[in-house]
């Protein structure tokens, strides 16, 4: 059993910055993946970002490459996710996931993810 615990997020103004972060109670194969989800009002939860957590390789969906960083903080078990230029398209509630035996294939599916965080309110204003 894995337990997340998410912080951060909160109410921000178009172009401004925000930080999330999930710590992971245990961490268990080169396989361990956490990765962010975000879902908007009436639409279907999706991929943001992942990291692998032995070689901390990051993937990013399109749509925030360049504005988001993934990163993990070994010492504390915990990633992050540091979002710039925020804009109200960001608005959601972000999830965080993890995952000890999925494949590099299936990161972006929600559906492959055994672990969930309870999510954190994340509202763009414009």
């Known amino acids: 059993q894995v337990q997340l615990v998410e912080s951060g997020g909160g109410l921000v103004q178009t172009g401004g910055s925000l930080r999330l972060s999930c710590a992971a109670s245990?961490?268990?194969?080169?396989?361990?993946?956490m990765s962010w989800f975000r879902q908007a009002p009436g639409k279907e939860r999706e991929f943001v970002a992942a990291?692998?957590?032995?070689?901390?390789?990051?993937y990013y969906t399109d749509s925030v490459k360049g504005r988001f960083t993934i990163s993990r903080d070994n010492a504390k078990n915990t990633i992050n996710l540091q979002m710039n230029s925020l804009g109200p398209e960001d608005t959601g509630i972000y999830y965080c996931?993890?995952?000890?035996?999925?494949?590099?294939?299936?990161?972006?599916?929600?559906?492959?993810?055994?672990?969930w965080g309870q999510g954190t309110q994340v509202t763009v204003s414009s």
């Open positions: 996931a993890a995952d000890s035996r999925i494949m590099l294939s299936s990161i972006r599916d929600a559906r492959e993810y055994d672990y």
């Open positions: 245990t961490r268990t194969s080169s396989r361990f993946y």
């Open positions: 990291i692998n957590w032995n070689s901390r390789a990051t």
